[in-house]
């Protein structure tokens, strides 16, 4: 990416604020042309897009790293239909596999998740089509199709400046279309941004028919997921076992739930500590019994008393401080 | 001023040179010289006593003497703010004073002259003599005279040092004592004494004028309003001269007085006649004269004026506090509109110090002396003020040390504290409605200074209470002309009066329990110039009477009479009513005289009904005509706001009984696996606080169906896991449905989801239309899910993600399933309790809403808002209708300082909407410890969080004292609280405006209030577009206010697309999807605004932080276009790639999101 070259042909112009740059870091920027829209005021009517785009270098290479690029800033509305066809029909026809978005509205479900159990094999980003393997997770299960809830928006939207990673079928066809990038851009070529599906009122009509899913399918839904959920748990169970019994390199052994008679729990121990005080405390040496008892509780309430006074004049102060002197309201 | 108490304590602590008692001395003010010190003197341990005085003394501000460690604190405050510096400003003023005296002592005797005599003299000296009306006879025999005054003091609060420093300026008073010589014994009868103070005044006046070395501007004025009494106003000059006092702020008053004992005492008392008739003194004898207290005590006041001097400064030299306690009086009357003047109501400052003066004597015959030397400023504030409060002084009189006095009697007897010493009636100014009010005002002062909870002080001293549209729920503008009196004849002050008592009396009789309070504001008079006979009062102005209502009462259709057997009081009944009486027979068979008003929507609010009818009966046609009634004046921007009858939430009651139908069909279903436990309401709807009332679906389908949590009974078979809790939920709401439509094929019923994103929260509902056609949507909680989030969020071995989520799982499990149905049911019995709070909440939504701002708060913390201006309504009462409720809550939210205080609103407090029976009020409610937590609390949050970008508002309750169950993640930002201020603070302004305009008919200039237009109400509600980056025009098809035509289109479409399994749309909203659309894909780069009632428009401001340049990022969050930036170094010209927001492909992406629902995007900035 030799930005010191591509910076050339701008220079010249005086303004502070020149023409478009081509590059940034070791990205290169792809203007996109947008659909018009006759709601938009005039002088936004041309406005473009821009695409920070380079071949997508991890600090943890994957097998499909090499054969990808990233994007930044990438459009709200993007997809993997529009953007396939981007490339298909704009960018020298690369085919691309699959994409992989850094975000999603509304977002993807989050699952909970063990510190330790939870290492996806080869750093991959925690994409959409994260691979779906019978990993344990802290809660519920990993739904497959069957046990999933139906989709209750029909296309999911993008948080605005987000990125993606546009993995193609081979390494030929990512070069291919790294270069007919770096072309349009040269050749200053118009590239236009093909709209999303399902915008507009149609989205929400759409949205509305489907929070209401019918009742066949979310039975069976429930179904298999309550299945799957017992599955689940006594692979749960596996592992907590597993943990009770394994020490962790001190050599001390985790106390988690389960078990025959169950570990003591932290709160619990804390109550019955709380308990026998009380219990101490009613049976044993009353607290007005000796004169040094009343003496030193005298003491306290006057250092309370004198405490109270100090802060409650601090606030005052505060008061004065912040709104000035207290003035009747005229 | 070296009290024993503080002298004994200073002594100690230099004899034990214990190192802990250092600024102990310091910390006693002038008010820890109570009784309780001397008790500790009798302690034989010597250490032990210390120890116990500096508690004593410390704590002394915790204990009775003073409310609290603030209170005091801030009431030193106070004292140090009004009080008069007596320095440089006040400097030339008494300068001013010195060579009044020496102008004055310099002025020569005249020799005694005929009253026309005098008349001619003067008016070559350019001056008109003040005679007071009636004018004296031009054939009387006695002469007038002047001589040389016997003495000249300063008088009055000045150099009693228990002046203010309030806006109004200084009225510093100058006594003149006038000669013995210079009347008769018998001057006291018919007005003769009057007439030669008028003369010596005039006298004085020429003598200032015509002192050539030293210039004043001179004018007359009537003491307290007291055409009796005028007096000499002296006016700084203005030159700039050696004796102009300009700048000490105030004006010089001199009042004459005359020696004690010029005139027997026994001829001036209450019961005593002075004014003889005309016909002649021989007639007397036959028919005893009426008394003529006001006469009376007016002559007396000027005698007594010296010894009330003596009577202050010795009651300040034996109590400490009585100067402090003089000053606090003073703010508090201030702030509450009272004065000295008779048409303000003859309480004023002079009044209140006398009377704490006779207070703190002992009484003969009566015991102890009410008040005590020992008591703190407070202390004697306060017990004034009860002593004013609860003591009935037109009833049962307090006579001091005057054993045999007899009073007049009348059927309207005036209050008295008669001050025998002195023999003067102090209240001898006051009117039977400014004592009603005073007793009212100290009274619900008294009420709050009782709560221990809350810091009263800004409600007790710093609050103006008397703003009109605050303060009352009506008011009547009678304009003077209307009431048809000769402003030229000599009566006109008394006939004022007098017709000012029988427009009292009479609305007093009509308007029965109506009403709480009724305060009438008459014209104030000025001073006029020494040249000029006392100018005819201004028929333009108006006397505005103020009316508070008991909303209980107020709008009540029926008045009972008397019984029709009860002959007597039934004619008095028909003469009062007149042909408005009707006989008639109620429903336990009694038959009772009666009067029936009108209820109907159309029809004037009742007061105004029988306002009108009585003023016509009793006052005038004229009267009637010309008087304008207001009240309510917001109630009519809301769909039912005015209470109907003796209910605030009509509208409402068939949406709640629709519920307590499903309720009954829903548990008397068969065939659950588990039996339900409770069902309850979560929905603004379901407690009277949405601004539409609520409506079937048939009529409007886009709202959301109100919301209702189902709880079935606690079972062992439910999984322990959250996410299969939530299928399980699914389960129990399809088992529902299928049982519903079962057995009541009416319903129409479906499962919906929700929170596609987070899988342990609640994932489903189910809708339920009734037959009636209004929608819940029921949510199914199971108590277990809170005992398994916090296990979750204590739980080290997850990962930090899934713990962060666990607690926000856990916060909305807590808002959603716990404290929005409690504070469901709270606000269901409030609203019943206080009729105005439903209409007072749904005013203020409004008021929200049309500034765009309502969806940034939760419905939650806007009642809560409103719900404590009914609660903690001090220093007013509770609200009685719904423009004062919004009013004051919005006058609340200007002074809301919430960056640094809590909202804390304690629904546990109760107090009665009547403010005359607040005695039973109990120590319930919140104690200071919880509110203290509650400060602990939010001082936390705002250590975590000083940048306030998570919690900005803090509202916590006695209910849920986290504090930020309604505001957390930044609900509302700061930025959006900050603007909530700003506006209601320019509300505030806009009402403080329209407050002058109406006190400027009363008493200000006409001919400035003739050109400023009437308020109108729906100026508070108008928002301003302009002032928005973007502004996104929606298309009018899907705005709500469009919903009835178009809806069945949807309809049709619905249908088809679910295939018939559900012929309903409810709470299909696509503008309110389409808003969360867009806040979920910008963030915080653009902040969106839009009112949910009326959604024509959405508006949107950048952040400021998104719209500069910015360099280059990866991860902007936001849509960003890439600049060339030169470096501002011209040597090197680096160029640099840096990034802005993309202003134009945003706009292009949210015509793209909108689609058909946006019309026009208009761009600002």
């Known amino acids: 990416m030799p ?136 809660e519920g299960v990993v739904e497959d199709k069957e046990s999933r809830l139906p989709q209750i928006w029909e296309h999911e939207l993008r948080v605005s400046g987000g990125t993606a990673v546009i993995i193609f079928v081979d390494e030929r066809s990512c070069k291919g279309a790294w270069k007919e990038i770096q072309k349009c851009i040269k050749e200053g070529r118009d590239v236009s941004w093909v709209e999303g599906e399902g915008l507009g009122l149609q989205r929400y009509t759409t949205h509305n028919t489907l929070i209401y899913p019918s009742k066949a399918n979310l039975q069976s839904s429930i179904n298999a997921y309550l299945t799957q959920f017992n599955r689940a748990e006594i692979a749960r169970n596996r592992v907590r076992a597993k943990q009770r019994s394994v020490p962790d390199e001190d050599g001390f052994i985790t106390v988690v739930r389960g078990g025959r008679t169950g570990p003591a729990r932290l709160e619990e121990a804390e109550r019955h500590k709380v308990e026998l005080e009380e219990r101490r405390k009613k049976n044993g040496v009353k607290d007005d019994f000796y004169r040094f008892q009343t003496r030193e509780k005298r003491k306290e309430a006057e250092g309370e008393l004198r405490r109270k006074f100090e802060v409650d004049r601090r606030r005052v102060e505060e008061m004065r401080a912040r709104r000035g002197v207290v003035r009747p309201q005229t | 001023m070296a009290p024993p108490g503080p002298k004994r304590r200073k002594l100690q602590h230099s004899e034990d040179n214990d190192g802990n008692s250092v600024s102990v001395t310091e910390n006693g003010g002038p008010g820890v010289t109570g009784p309780t ?47 008069p510096r007596y320095g440089k400003k006040e400097a030339p003023a008494e300068n001013a004073m010195r060579t009044l005296k020496s102008i004055i002592e310099q002025i020569p005797s005249r020799a005694a002259i005929s009253i026309s005599e005098a008349e001619t003299t003067f008016k070559s000296h350019g001056i008109v003599i003040p005679f007071p009306s009636p004018r004296p006879p031009q054939d009387a025999k006695y002469k007038l005279q002047y001589d040389r005054p016997s003495s000249i003091n300063a008088t009055g609060s000045y150099p009693l040092k228990i002046a203010t420093r309030m806006d109004d300026g200084l009225t510093i008073d100058l006594v003149v004592t006038m000669p013995k010589s210079v009347f008769q014994e018998k001057d006291y009868l018919n007005y003769r004494y009057f007439y030669k103070r008028a003369y010596y005044l005039a006298c004085l006046a020429a003598g200032i004028r015509e002192c050539k070395d030293h210039i004043f501007k001179v004018s007359f004025d009537c003491l307290n309003g007291n055409q009796l009494q005028p007096v000499l106003v002296i006016h700084p000059s203005g030159d700039e001269g050696i004796d102009d006092f300009s700048s000490s702020k105030c004006r010089i008053q001199i009042i004459l007085a005359f020696p004690e004992r010029t005139f027997v005492d026994k001829k001036l008392r209450p019961h005593a006649n002075c004014v003889r008739p005309k016909g002649g003194d021989e007639e007397t004898e036959e028919k005893p004269l009426s008394a003529t207290p006001f006469y009376n005590a007016t002559l007396q006041s000027d005698a007594t004026i010296t010894a009330y001097l003596k009577l202050l400064h010795a009651t300040n030299t034996t109590c400490d506090a009585y100067k402090d306690a003089c000053i606090l009086g003073r703010v508090w009357l201030k702030q509450r509109g009272f004065g000295s003047t008779l048409r303000r109501g003859g309480f004023g400052n002079f009044e209140w110090a006398a009377t704490m003066a006779v207070l703190l004597q ?242 004037a609010p009742v007061l105004e009904q029988i306002i009108s009818f009585v003023l016509q009966k009793h006052i005038g046609v004229e009267a009637a005509d010309k008087t304008r009634f207001i009240s309510d004046s917001f109630a009519h921007l809301i769909p039912a706001g005015r209470i109907q009858g003796q209910s605030g939430v009509s509208s409402f009651l068939p949406c709640m009984n629709a519920l307590a139908v499903v309720e009954k069909d829903l548990r008397a279903l068969e065939g659950l696996p588990l039996t339900i436990r409770h069902i309850f309401a979560a929905d603004p709807r379901l407690r009277y606080s949405t601004v539409e009332p609520p409506t079937t679906t048939m009529a409007n389908s886009i709202h959301v169906p109100a919301s209702l949590v189902i709880q079935f009974e606690g079972s062992a078979r439910w999984p322990d896991d959250l ?25 129409s019923t479906r499962v919906g989801l929700e929170n596609p994103s987070q899988p342990s929260q609640n994932q489903a509902f189910l809708d339920v ?26 739980d080290k071995t997850l990962d930090g993600q899934s713990r962060e989520s666990a607690a926000a799982a856990l916060a909305s499990y807590k808002r959603d399933f716990i404290n929005i149905p409690a504070h469901t049911q709270v606000l269901q019995t409030l609203c019943t309790r206080y009729l105005a709070l439903s209409p007072a909440i749904r005013l203020t939504k409004r008021w929200f809403a049309s500034h765009l701002l309502l969806p940034h708060f939760s419905a939650e913390l806007i009642e809560l808002l409103v719900v404590r201006s009914f609660l903690q309504p001090h220093p007013w009462p509770v609200p009685s209708c719904a423009t004062t409720g ?78 930020t169950t309604w505001t957390n993640k930044a609900k509302p930002e700061k ?61 009018p098809k899907h705005s709500t206010s469009a919903k009835k035509k178009l809806k069945p289109a949807y309809k049709n479409l619905q249908v088809q697309q679910t295939n018939g399994s559900s012929d309903v749309v409810c709470g299909f909203h696509p503008v309110e999807l389409f808003v969360e659309d867009l806040q979920s894909v910008y963030g915080d780069a653009i902040l969106w605004f839009w009112n949910p009632e009326k959604t024509d428009l959405i508006a949107g401001i950048w952040n400021p932080s998104v719209a500069g340049v910015r360099s280059w990022k990866v991860k902007a969050g936001w849509n960003s276009v890439p600049l060339f930036v030169t470096g501002k170094d011209d040597e090197h010209k680096e160029q640099g790639v840096e990034i802005q927001v993309n202003k134009g492909a945003i706009c292009n992406e949210i015509a793209r999101l909108g689609g058909e629902l946006i019309t026009r995007i208009e761009v600002n900035r």
């Open chain 2, 886 to 963: 919004f009013l004051r809550t919005i006058s609340w939210i200007s002074r809301w300082d919430w960056r640094h205080v809590p909202l804390i609103v304690d629904f546990s407090s109760t107090f009665s909407n009547n403010p005359t029976d607040l005695e039973g009020t109990g120590p319930k409610g919140m104690k200071s410890e919880d509110v203290e937590k509650i400060q602990t609390r939010f001082e936390a949050w705002r250590r975590i969080d000083p940048a306030m970008n998570r919690v900005v508002l803090f509202a916590a309750t006695n209910l849920d004292n986290e504090g």
């Open chain 2, 362 to 603: 002992a009484n003969s015959g009566a015991g102890g002396s009410p008040l005590s030397t020992g008591y703190s400023s407070y202390q004697l504030f306060k017990a004034t003020l009860q002593f004013l409060a609860y003591k009935n002084l037109s009833k049962k009189p307090y006579v001091f040390q005057a054993p045999d006095l007899t009073f007049p009697k009348t059927d309207a007897p005036p209050p008295i504290i008669f001050d025998g010493p002195r023999g003067l009636n102090i209240l001898f100014k006051m009117t039977p409605w400014s004592y009603a009010r005073l007793q009212l005002e100290a009274k619900l002062t008294i009420e709050t200074l009782g709560d221990s909870t809350f810091d009263h002080f800004e409600s007790t001293f710093i609050l103006k209470t008397d703003m009109l549209q605050y303060r009352y729920d009506a008011s009547l503008e009678v304009p003077l002309s209307a009431l048809q009196l000769d402003s030229t004849s000599e009566e006109y002050d008394q006939n004022l009066g007098e017709i000012c008592r029988k427009i009292y009396t009479t609305l007093l009789r009509a308007l029965t329990d109506r009403v709480t309070a009724l305060a009438f504001l008459i014209p104030d008079e000025r001073d006029w110039d020494v040249s000029a006979s006392k100018p005819p009062e201004d028929q333009r102005r108006s006397i505005i009477i103020n009316i508070a209502t008991d909303p209980a009462n107020a709008n009540r259709a029926v008045d009972h009479g008397p019984a029709a057997e009860n002959k007597k009081e039934a004619a008095l009944f028909r003469q009062f009513w007149g042909d408005k009486a009707e006989l008639r027979r109620f429903k336990d068979g009694s038959i009772l005289e009666s009067v029936v008003w009108s209820l109907k929507d159309t029809s």
């Open chain 2, 37 to 83: 010190p001397a008790k500790q003197i009798a302690s034989s341990n010597a250490q032990d006593h210390k120890r116990r005085d500096r508690t004593i003394q410390d704590g002394v501000y915790t204990a009775e003497v003073y409310k609290s460690n603030m209170f005091k604190l801030q009431v030193d405050e106070l004292l140090q703010q009004v009080k």
């Open chain 2, 769 to 794: 239309v009734a037959p009636s056609g209004f929608a819940f949507r029921l949510r199914v909680h199971h108590d277990r899910e809170a005992t398994l989030l916090d296990r979750q969020l204590k």
């Open chain 2, 723 to 747: 996410c299969a809790i939530q299928r399980t939920k699914i389960a129990f709401l399809l088992k529902l449905t299928d049982l519903l439509s079962e057995a009541q094929p009416t319903y």
């Open chain 1, 3 to 138: 930005s010191s070259k591509s910076l050339k042909p701008s220079r010249p112009t005086k303004s502070r604020v020149l023409s478009t740059p081509t590059t940034v870091s070791d990205f290169t920027i792809l203007p996109l042309t947008l659909p018009t829209a006759a709601t938009l005021p005039s002088i936004y009517a041309s406005a473009k897009h821009y695409l920070y785009i380079k071949p997508h270098a991890p600090s943890q290479p994957t097998a499909s790293s090499e054969r990808s690029l990233f994007i930044a800033n990438i459009p709200f509305d993007a997809g993997e239909t529009n953007i396939r066809a981007l490339f298909a029909e704009q960018l020298g026809g690369s085919r691309v596999e699959n994409v992989e978005f850094d975000s999603a509205v509304p977002a993807i479900a989050s699952i909970k998740r063990w510190k330790t159990a939870d290492k996806p094999a080869g750093g991959e980003s925690r994409g959409k089509k994260r691979k779906r393997d019978e990993d344990i997770v802290a």
């Open chain 2, 975 to 1035: 930025v959006v609280a900050a603007r909530m201020t700003a506006l209601a603070k320019a509300t505030t302004d806009l009402m403080k405006a329209e407050n002058d305009r109406v006190l400027s008919i009363s008493i200000g200039e006409v001919e400035q209030t003739e050109k400023t237009e009437a308020f109108d109400p729906e100026r508070v509600f108008v928002s301003h577009v302009q002032e928005y980056d973007i502004v996104l025009h929606l298309s």
